[in-house]
């Protein structure tokens, strides 16, 4: 499931704040860090819930959109 938002960053307190873009009183604080720079690290509270993720940062040749090319038009879907 696709879910779109807002972030605000505020880079001194390395903090960012999502809000939801259905429901903009939904909103998620995470503390940032980044112990190595492949690896960022976000750690808050969704809801009730505490979360720690650890990220991992891929390089524009992991993208699809780019390992592939990109074509306006195909003659046979990608996917099939």
């Known amino acids: 499931m696709l879910t779109y938002a807002d972030v605000k960053l505020d880079t001194t ?5 999502l809000a939801l873009a259905q429901d903009s009183t939904r909103t998620m604080t995470f503390a940032y860090s980044t112990p190595d720079t492949n690896h960022p690290e ?39």
């Open 42 to 80: 976000l750690i808050g509270l969704a809801g009730a819930d505490s979360l720690r993720m650890t990220l991992e940062r891929i390089g524009p040749h992991g993208m699809l959109l780019v390992d592939r090319g990109f074509h306006l038009v195909n003659e046979s879907p990608y996917n099939r």
């Open 13 to 17: 307190a390395r903090h960012m704040t």
